[in-house]
Protein backbone atom coordinates (compact mmCIF):
# COMPACT_ATOMS: atom_id res chain seq x y z
CA UNK A 1 0.00 0.00 0.00
CA UNK A 2 1.67 3.23 -1.33
CA UNK A 3 1.77 5.64 2.34
CA UNK A 4 1.00 9.49 1.62
CA UNK A 5 3.40 11.92 0.73
CA UNK A 6 3.96 14.76 3.26
CA UNK A 7 1.75 17.13 1.64
CA UNK A 8 -1.48 14.62 2.12
CA UNK A 9 -4.12 16.58 3.65
CA UNK A 10 -5.93 13.10 4.96
CA UNK A 11 -3.91 10.20 7.17
CA UNK A 12 -7.33 9.04 7.61
CA UNK A 13 -8.08 8.48 4.18
CA UNK A 14 -4.45 6.46 3.86
CA UNK A 15 -5.49 4.35 6.86
CA UNK A 16 -9.14 3.43 5.49
CA UNK A 17 -7.34 2.58 2.14
CA UNK A 18 -5.25 0.62 3.88
CA UNK A 19 -7.49 -1.15 6.23
CA UNK A 20 -10.73 -1.86 3.76
CA UNK A 21 -9.12 -1.78 -0.60
CA UNK A 22 -7.64 -4.87 -1.42
CA UNK A 23 -4.47 -4.26 -3.84
CA UNK A 24 -5.31 -5.45 -7.37
CA UNK A 25 -1.88 -4.60 -8.99
CA UNK A 26 1.18 -3.19 -7.51
CA UNK A 27 1.20 -0.26 -5.47
CA UNK A 28 -1.39 2.93 -5.43
CA UNK A 29 0.30 6.38 -6.62
CA UNK A 30 0.33 8.56 -3.03
CA UNK A 31 -2.05 11.19 -4.04
CA UNK A 32 -5.61 11.32 -3.63
CA UNK A 33 -7.50 12.73 -6.85
CA UNK A 34 -10.16 15.51 -6.45
CA UNK A 35 -10.62 16.15 -10.24
CA UNK A 36 -10.11 15.65 -13.45
CA UNK A 37 -10.45 18.18 -16.47
CA UNK A 38 -9.03 17.58 -20.00
CA UNK A 39 -5.39 16.47 -19.89
CA UNK A 40 -5.01 17.59 -16.07
CA UNK A 41 -5.75 15.81 -12.51
CA UNK A 42 -6.10 17.89 -9.32
CA UNK A 43 -5.58 16.23 -6.00
CA UNK A 44 -7.38 17.13 -2.86
CA UNK A 45 -4.24 19.06 -2.06
CA UNK A 46 -4.36 21.48 -4.72
CA UNK A 47 -1.24 19.81 -6.79
CA UNK A 48 -2.08 19.91 -11.17
CA UNK A 49 -0.89 16.89 -12.58
CA UNK A 50 -0.11 16.03 -16.25
CA UNK A 51 -1.87 12.68 -17.04
CA UNK A 52 0.04 11.50 -20.04
CA UNK A 53 -1.80 7.89 -19.78
CA UNK A 54 -5.29 9.63 -20.33
CA UNK A 55 -6.38 7.60 -17.85
CA UNK A 56 -5.72 3.84 -18.04
CA UNK A 57 -4.75 4.15 -21.83
CA UNK A 58 -9.09 5.02 -22.17
CA UNK A 59 -9.78 8.75 -22.14
CA UNK A 60 -8.98 9.87 -25.76
CA UNK A 61 -10.77 12.58 -25.60
CA UNK A 62 -9.20 13.95 -22.11
CA UNK A 63 -11.31 13.98 -18.75
CA UNK A 64 -14.44 15.05 -17.99
CA UNK A 65 -15.23 16.49 -21.99
CA UNK A 66 -17.99 18.90 -22.51
CA UNK A 67 -19.58 16.39 -24.46
CA UNK A 68 -19.13 13.61 -23.15
CA UNK A 69 -20.57 15.25 -20.05
CA UNK A 70 -23.71 16.37 -21.61
CA UNK A 71 -24.18 13.32 -23.03
CA UNK A 72 -24.18 11.53 -19.79
CA UNK A 73 -26.32 14.01 -18.35
CA UNK A 74 -29.12 13.83 -20.46
CA UNK A 75 -29.05 9.67 -21.04
CA UNK A 76 -29.06 9.05 -17.53
CA UNK A 77 -32.33 11.33 -17.40
CA UNK A 78 -33.72 9.15 -20.18
CA UNK A 79 -32.54 5.31 -20.41
CA UNK A 80 -29.62 4.10 -18.63
CA UNK A 81 -30.15 0.47 -18.72
CA UNK A 82 -32.12 -2.02 -19.96
CA UNK A 83 -32.58 -6.37 -19.69
CA UNK A 84 -30.32 -7.35 -21.84
CA UNK A 85 -32.64 -8.83 -24.13
CA UNK A 86 -33.84 -4.90 -25.25
CA UNK A 87 -32.73 -2.99 -27.71
CA UNK A 88 -32.16 1.02 -27.80
CA UNK A 89 -31.73 3.61 -30.51
CA UNK A 90 -28.24 4.36 -29.28
CA UNK A 91 -26.97 0.77 -29.39
CA UNK A 92 -28.33 0.16 -32.59
CA UNK A 93 -26.90 3.49 -33.83
CA UNK A 94 -23.43 2.82 -32.64
CA UNK A 95 -23.41 -0.42 -34.38
CA UNK A 96 -23.86 0.72 -37.67
CA UNK A 97 -21.54 3.77 -37.01
CA UNK A 98 -18.93 1.07 -35.79
CA UNK A 99 -19.35 -0.32 -39.15
CA UNK A 100 -19.39 2.09 -41.39
CA UNK A 101 -15.97 2.96 -39.88
CA UNK A 102 -14.70 -0.46 -40.63
CA UNK A 103 -13.85 -2.32 -43.88
CA UNK A 104 -15.85 -4.77 -45.43
CA UNK A 105 -17.12 -7.42 -44.07
CA UNK A 106 -17.09 -6.33 -40.38
CA UNK A 107 -20.48 -5.25 -39.97
CA UNK A 108 -21.63 -7.18 -36.75
CA UNK A 109 -21.29 -5.92 -33.56
CA UNK A 110 -22.18 -6.80 -29.46
CA UNK A 111 -21.61 -4.17 -27.14
CA UNK A 112 -20.15 -5.20 -23.75
CA UNK A 113 -18.21 -2.99 -20.64
CA UNK A 114 -14.05 -4.03 -20.64
CA UNK A 115 -11.77 -5.72 -22.71
CA UNK A 116 -11.25 -8.44 -21.10
CA UNK A 117 -15.34 -9.17 -21.44
CA UNK A 118 -15.07 -8.05 -25.14
CA UNK A 119 -11.82 -10.39 -25.64
CA UNK A 120 -13.44 -13.41 -23.79
CA UNK A 121 -16.55 -13.29 -25.85
CA UNK A 122 -14.23 -13.26 -29.23
CA UNK A 123 -12.76 -16.31 -28.12
CA UNK A 124 -15.96 -18.08 -27.06
CA UNK A 125 -17.01 -16.99 -30.40
CA UNK A 126 -14.13 -18.64 -32.32
CA UNK A 127 -14.21 -21.44 -30.88
CA UNK A 128 -17.76 -22.10 -31.36
CA UNK A 129 -17.61 -21.27 -34.75
CA UNK A 130 -14.15 -23.29 -35.53
CA UNK A 131 -15.63 -25.94 -33.35
CA UNK A 132 -12.05 -26.01 -31.88
CA UNK A 133 -10.36 -24.84 -28.96
CA UNK A 134 -6.93 -24.01 -29.07
CA UNK A 135 -5.76 -20.14 -28.78
CA UNK A 136 -2.67 -18.83 -29.65
CA UNK A 137 -1.44 -15.67 -28.78
CA UNK A 138 1.86 -13.17 -28.40
CA UNK A 139 4.62 -14.16 -25.34
CA UNK A 140 3.92 -10.53 -23.96
CA UNK A 141 0.53 -10.29 -24.52
CA UNK A 142 -2.00 -8.45 -22.10
CA UNK A 143 -5.85 -9.37 -22.99
CA UNK A 144 -7.50 -9.31 -19.73
CA UNK A 145 -8.28 -10.80 -16.28
CA UNK A 146 -11.39 -13.37 -17.02
CA UNK A 147 -10.55 -16.77 -17.84
CA UNK A 148 -10.13 -17.18 -21.47
CA UNK A 149 -8.62 -13.45 -21.93
CA UNK A 150 -6.01 -14.50 -19.10
CA UNK A 151 -4.97 -17.52 -20.15
CA UNK A 152 -4.72 -15.22 -23.41
CA UNK A 153 -2.17 -13.41 -21.43
CA UNK A 154 0.97 -14.20 -20.87
CA UNK A 155 2.84 -10.21 -20.20
CA UNK A 156 2.23 -11.00 -16.28
CA UNK A 157 -0.44 -12.33 -14.02
CA UNK A 158 0.06 -16.47 -14.83
CA UNK A 159 1.79 -17.61 -11.70
CA UNK A 160 -0.02 -18.89 -8.60
CA UNK A 161 -3.65 -19.39 -10.21
CA UNK A 162 -3.59 -22.91 -11.17
CA UNK A 163 -4.48 -24.17 -14.67
CA UNK A 164 -5.40 -21.61 -17.36
CA UNK A 165 -7.75 -22.51 -20.38
CA UNK A 166 -6.38 -25.84 -22.20
CA UNK A 167 -4.70 -25.53 -25.57
CA UNK A 168 -3.68 -22.22 -25.29
CA UNK A 169 0.03 -21.18 -26.74
CA UNK A 170 2.68 -18.46 -26.83
CA UNK A 171 4.86 -17.21 -30.06
CA UNK A 172 7.38 -14.61 -29.86
CA UNK A 173 6.28 -11.34 -29.63
CA UNK A 174 8.37 -9.60 -32.24
CA UNK A 175 10.92 -6.37 -30.41
CA UNK A 176 13.06 -5.26 -33.06
CA UNK A 177 15.32 -3.62 -30.24
CA UNK A 178 16.03 -6.54 -28.37
CA UNK A 179 15.42 -9.22 -31.72
CA UNK A 180 15.59 -12.81 -30.68
CA UNK A 181 15.99 -14.43 -34.35
CA UNK A 182 18.31 -11.85 -36.62
CA UNK A 183 19.90 -11.50 -40.05
CA UNK A 184 23.90 -11.29 -40.69
CA UNK A 185 23.45 -7.25 -39.79
CA UNK A 186 21.63 -7.81 -36.26
CA UNK A 187 18.32 -6.75 -37.16
CA UNK A 188 15.11 -8.97 -36.12
CA UNK A 189 14.11 -11.69 -39.07
CA UNK A 190 10.89 -11.79 -38.03
CA UNK A 191 9.93 -14.46 -40.87
CA UNK A 192 12.17 -16.73 -39.71
CA UNK A 193 10.69 -16.12 -35.69
CA UNK A 194 7.08 -16.68 -37.13
CA UNK A 195 8.18 -19.55 -38.47
CA UNK A 196 9.71 -20.82 -35.56
CA UNK A 197 6.84 -20.46 -33.40
CA UNK A 198 4.05 -21.80 -35.70
CA UNK A 199 6.72 -25.04 -36.03
CA UNK A 200 6.03 -25.41 -32.22
CA UNK A 201 2.75 -24.30 -32.29
CA UNK A 202 1.98 -27.28 -34.88
CA UNK A 203 4.26 -29.58 -32.69
CA UNK A 204 2.39 -28.84 -29.63
CA UNK A 205 -1.23 -28.96 -31.06
CA UNK A 206 -3.88 -31.71 -30.86
CA UNK A 207 -5.20 -30.51 -34.15
CA UNK A 208 -7.55 -28.01 -32.97
CA UNK A 209 -6.96 -24.21 -33.18
CA UNK A 210 -9.36 -22.06 -33.36
CA UNK A 211 -7.94 -18.75 -33.32
CA UNK A 212 -4.55 -16.51 -32.89
CA UNK A 213 -5.88 -13.23 -30.79
CA UNK A 214 -3.02 -10.20 -30.82
CA UNK A 215 -2.72 -6.89 -30.66
CA UNK A 216 -1.27 -4.66 -33.60
CA UNK A 217 0.85 -2.81 -30.98
CA UNK A 218 2.04 -4.79 -27.76
CA UNK A 219 1.44 -2.23 -25.14
CA UNK A 220 1.91 -3.95 -21.51
CA UNK A 221 4.35 -5.84 -23.52
CA UNK A 222 6.16 -2.47 -23.63
CA UNK A 223 4.56 -0.79 -26.44
CA UNK A 224 6.01 -3.24 -29.13
CA UNK A 225 5.01 -2.97 -32.75
CA UNK A 226 5.57 -6.20 -35.35
CA UNK A 227 7.05 -4.93 -38.53
CA UNK A 228 5.08 -4.12 -41.57
CA UNK A 229 4.48 -7.16 -43.06
CA UNK A 230 4.40 -9.41 -39.65
CA UNK A 231 0.65 -9.07 -40.08
CA UNK A 232 -0.35 -10.62 -43.07
CA UNK A 233 1.94 -13.00 -42.67
CA UNK A 234 0.63 -14.12 -39.43
CA UNK A 235 -2.86 -13.98 -41.01
CA UNK A 236 -1.49 -16.28 -43.54
CA UNK A 237 -0.32 -18.97 -41.06
CA UNK A 238 -3.82 -18.69 -39.70
CA UNK A 239 -5.34 -19.28 -43.11
CA UNK A 240 -3.43 -22.74 -43.54
CA UNK A 241 -4.70 -23.65 -39.80
CA UNK A 242 -8.16 -22.69 -40.35
CA UNK A 243 -7.65 -20.53 -37.59
CA UNK A 244 -9.54 -16.95 -37.00
CA UNK A 245 -7.41 -13.52 -36.40
CA UNK A 246 -8.55 -11.81 -33.63
CA UNK A 247 -7.10 -8.14 -33.44
CA UNK A 248 -7.59 -6.68 -30.10
CA UNK A 249 -7.47 -2.78 -30.63
CA UNK A 250 -8.10 -2.25 -26.79
CA UNK A 251 -5.65 0.63 -27.07
CA UNK A 252 -4.85 1.38 -30.69
CA UNK A 253 -8.16 1.67 -31.89
CA UNK A 254 -10.17 4.91 -32.59
CA UNK A 255 -7.50 7.53 -34.34
CA UNK A 256 -5.11 6.96 -31.27
CA UNK A 257 -2.22 6.09 -33.35
CA UNK A 258 -2.67 8.05 -36.54
CA UNK A 259 -5.53 5.94 -38.12
CA UNK A 260 -8.89 4.87 -37.10
CA UNK A 261 -7.48 1.27 -36.73
CA UNK A 262 -3.61 0.42 -36.40
CA UNK A 263 -4.47 -2.78 -38.03
CA UNK A 264 -5.09 -0.42 -41.90
CA UNK A 265 -1.47 0.31 -41.86
CA UNK A 266 -0.97 -3.29 -42.84
CA UNK A 267 -3.98 -3.39 -45.05
CA UNK A 268 -4.89 -7.02 -42.96
CA UNK A 269 -8.65 -7.46 -42.39
CA UNK A 270 -9.18 -9.35 -38.95
CA UNK A 271 -11.82 -12.03 -38.77
CA UNK A 272 -12.73 -10.67 -35.27
CA UNK A 273 -12.00 -7.23 -33.94
CA UNK A 274 -12.03 -5.81 -30.10
CA UNK A 275 -12.21 -2.37 -28.94
CA UNK A 276 -12.58 -1.54 -25.20
CA UNK A 277 -10.85 1.77 -23.85
CA UNK A 278 -11.21 4.02 -26.48
CA UNK A 279 -14.34 3.54 -27.57
CA UNK A 280 -15.71 5.08 -24.61
CA UNK A 281 -13.41 7.43 -23.94
CA UNK A 282 -12.65 6.36 -20.26
CA UNK A 283 -16.40 4.76 -19.39
CA UNK A 284 -16.97 1.47 -19.66
CA UNK A 285 -17.23 0.88 -23.05
CA UNK A 286 -16.62 -2.39 -25.28
CA UNK A 287 -17.10 -4.10 -28.68
CA UNK A 288 -16.28 -7.24 -30.70
CA UNK A 289 -17.68 -7.13 -34.49
CA UNK A 290 -17.55 -9.47 -37.12
CA UNK A 291 -18.68 -10.59 -40.45
CA UNK A 292 -22.47 -11.90 -40.80
CA UNK A 293 -21.07 -14.89 -41.68
CA UNK A 294 -19.14 -15.84 -38.87
CA UNK A 295 -22.14 -13.88 -36.56
CA UNK A 296 -24.59 -16.03 -38.65
CA UNK A 297 -22.50 -19.09 -37.85
CA UNK A 298 -21.98 -18.61 -33.99
CA UNK A 299 -26.03 -18.00 -33.95
CA UNK A 300 -26.95 -21.33 -35.64
CA UNK A 301 -24.68 -22.95 -33.26
CA UNK A 302 -26.42 -21.12 -30.31
CA UNK A 303 -23.80 -18.69 -29.28
CA UNK A 304 -24.74 -17.15 -25.57
CA UNK A 305 -23.15 -13.79 -23.96
CA UNK A 306 -25.68 -12.62 -22.02
CA UNK A 307 -24.09 -10.26 -19.40
CA UNK A 308 -25.93 -7.97 -17.41
CA UNK A 309 -24.27 -5.21 -19.04
CA UNK A 310 -24.54 -6.24 -22.84
CA UNK A 311 -26.35 -3.06 -24.78
CA UNK A 312 -26.89 -0.85 -22.38
CA UNK A 313 -27.83 2.54 -23.54
CA UNK A 314 -25.78 4.58 -21.20
CA UNK A 315 -22.35 3.87 -22.40
CA UNK A 316 -23.46 3.02 -26.13
CA UNK A 317 -25.19 6.79 -26.16
CA UNK A 318 -21.55 8.03 -25.18
CA UNK A 319 -20.00 6.32 -27.76
CA UNK A 320 -22.04 8.24 -30.37
CA UNK A 321 -20.83 10.96 -29.00
CA UNK A 322 -16.80 9.49 -28.89
CA UNK A 323 -17.69 9.02 -32.39
CA UNK A 324 -19.20 12.75 -33.72
CA UNK A 325 -15.74 14.36 -32.02
CA UNK A 326 -13.63 11.98 -33.19
CA UNK A 327 -14.94 12.64 -36.73
CA UNK A 328 -15.71 16.08 -36.63
CA UNK A 329 -12.18 16.85 -35.20
CA UNK A 330 -10.20 14.50 -37.48
CA UNK A 331 -8.67 13.59 -34.53
CA UNK A 332 -6.98 10.77 -36.61
CA UNK A 333 -5.37 13.52 -38.34
CA UNK A 334 -4.25 15.47 -35.43
CA UNK A 335 -3.05 12.15 -33.13
CA UNK A 336 -0.65 11.55 -36.47
CA UNK A 337 0.73 15.35 -36.17
CA UNK A 338 0.93 15.57 -32.53
CA UNK A 339 2.43 11.91 -32.65
CA UNK A 340 5.13 13.50 -34.56
CA UNK A 341 5.37 16.28 -32.26
CA UNK A 342 6.05 13.65 -29.51
CA UNK A 343 8.18 11.86 -31.06
CA UNK A 344 10.67 14.26 -32.07
CA UNK A 345 10.85 15.61 -28.61
CA UNK A 346 11.57 12.30 -27.25
CA UNK A 347 14.24 12.10 -29.82
CA UNK A 348 15.69 15.15 -28.03
CA UNK A 349 15.41 13.71 -24.56
CA UNK A 350 17.21 10.69 -26.02
CA UNK A 351 20.41 12.63 -27.66
CA UNK A 352 20.93 14.02 -24.15
CA UNK A 353 19.82 10.78 -21.72
CA UNK A 354 22.35 7.71 -22.60
CA UNK A 355 19.99 5.94 -20.17
CA UNK A 356 17.46 6.13 -22.99
CA UNK A 357 17.61 2.95 -25.21
CA UNK A 358 14.38 3.15 -27.45
CA UNK A 359 12.13 4.76 -28.65
CA UNK A 360 9.17 3.30 -30.63
CA UNK A 361 5.17 3.24 -30.78
CA UNK A 362 2.93 5.23 -33.54
CA UNK A 363 1.18 8.28 -33.42
CA UNK A 364 0.03 9.61 -29.73
CA UNK A 365 1.34 5.73 -28.23
CA UNK A 366 4.84 5.93 -27.49
CA UNK A 367 7.53 4.06 -25.90
CA UNK A 368 10.30 5.03 -24.15
CA UNK A 369 12.59 2.13 -23.00
CA UNK A 370 15.25 3.02 -20.17
CA UNK A 371 18.47 1.25 -20.29
CA UNK A 372 21.99 1.30 -18.03
CA UNK A 373 23.96 0.77 -20.79
CA UNK A 374 23.23 1.66 -24.25
CA UNK A 375 25.32 -1.21 -25.24
CA UNK A 376 24.48 -4.19 -23.68
CA UNK A 377 21.41 -3.02 -23.51
CA UNK A 378 20.84 -3.53 -19.50
CA UNK A 379 18.27 -2.47 -17.87
CA UNK A 380 17.62 -1.41 -14.45
CA UNK A 381 13.92 -1.59 -12.66
CA UNK A 382 15.54 0.92 -9.77
CA UNK A 383 15.82 3.38 -12.38
CA UNK A 384 12.98 3.47 -14.00
CA UNK A 385 10.93 3.30 -10.57
CA UNK A 386 12.79 6.43 -10.06
CA UNK A 387 12.08 8.26 -12.97
CA UNK A 388 8.26 7.49 -12.17
CA UNK A 389 8.84 9.14 -8.63
CA UNK A 390 10.59 12.27 -10.01
CA UNK A 391 8.31 12.60 -13.07
CA UNK A 392 5.09 12.75 -10.12
CA UNK A 393 6.64 15.02 -7.87
CA UNK A 394 7.48 17.49 -11.00
CA UNK A 395 3.36 17.11 -12.29
CA UNK A 396 3.74 14.46 -14.16
CA UNK A 397 1.90 10.96 -14.07
CA UNK A 398 3.79 8.18 -16.34
CA UNK A 399 3.28 4.77 -16.41
CA UNK A 400 6.52 2.11 -16.67
CA UNK A 401 5.99 -1.46 -17.70
CA UNK A 402 8.81 -3.72 -16.16
CA UNK A 403 9.12 -7.32 -17.62
CA UNK A 404 11.71 -9.83 -17.27
CA UNK A 405 14.26 -9.52 -20.16
CA UNK A 406 13.58 -6.20 -21.22
CA UNK A 407 14.25 -2.64 -19.70
CA UNK A 408 11.58 -0.09 -17.99
CA UNK A 409 9.62 0.88 -20.51
CA UNK A 410 7.12 4.18 -20.09
CA UNK A 411 3.97 3.71 -21.76
CA UNK A 412 3.43 7.46 -23.08
CA UNK A 413 -0.66 8.03 -24.06
CA UNK A 414 -1.80 11.62 -24.27
CA UNK A 415 -5.52 12.41 -25.10
CA UNK A 416 -5.84 12.86 -28.48
CA UNK A 417 -7.26 16.71 -27.64
CA UNK A 418 -4.04 17.73 -25.63
CA UNK A 419 -2.56 20.89 -26.91
CA UNK A 420 1.04 21.17 -28.14
CA UNK A 421 1.76 23.48 -25.09
CA UNK A 422 0.64 20.05 -22.72
CA UNK A 423 3.04 17.57 -25.03
CA UNK A 424 5.67 20.33 -24.46
CA UNK A 425 5.22 20.66 -20.83
CA UNK A 426 4.92 16.93 -20.33
CA UNK A 427 8.81 16.36 -22.45
CA UNK A 428 10.17 19.00 -20.38
CA UNK A 429 9.36 17.00 -17.06
CA UNK A 430 10.11 14.00 -18.24
CA UNK A 431 13.88 15.28 -19.34
CA UNK A 432 14.22 16.97 -15.96
CA UNK A 433 12.95 13.49 -13.80
CA UNK A 434 15.25 11.41 -16.26
CA UNK A 435 18.21 13.79 -15.35
CA UNK A 436 17.50 13.91 -11.99
CA UNK A 437 16.61 10.44 -11.34
CA UNK A 438 19.98 9.24 -13.05
CA UNK A 439 22.57 11.75 -11.62
CA UNK A 440 21.24 10.13 -8.26
CA UNK A 441 21.07 6.64 -9.51
CA UNK A 442 24.53 6.91 -11.07
Not at 61 to 82: K, M
Not at 126 to 141: C, D, M, N, P, Q
Not at 277 to 300: N, R
Not at 336 to 361: M, N, W
Amino acid sequence: MATPSTASPSIEFWADAGRHLVRYGGEFTPEIIDRAAGSFLYTEDGRRILDFTSGQMSAILGHSHPEIVDTVRRQIGSLDHLFSGMLSRPVVDLARRLAGTLPAPLTKALLLTTGAESNEAAIRMAKLVTGKHEIVSFARSWHGMTHAAASATYSAGRKGYGPSAPGNFAIPAPNPYRPDFTHADGSLDWRLQLDFGFDLIDAQSVGSLAACIVEPILSSGGVLEPPPGYFAALREKCRERGMLLILDEAQTGLCRTGTWYAFERDGVVPDILTLSKTLGAGLPLAAVLTSAEIEQEAYDRGFLFFTTHVSDPLVAAVGNTVLDVLTRDRLDERALQLGGLLRHGLERIAERHDVVGDIRGRGLLAGLELVVDRETKTSSDELGAAVTRRCLELGLHMNIVQLAGMGGVFRIAPPLTATEEELGLGLEILDQAIADASAKWS
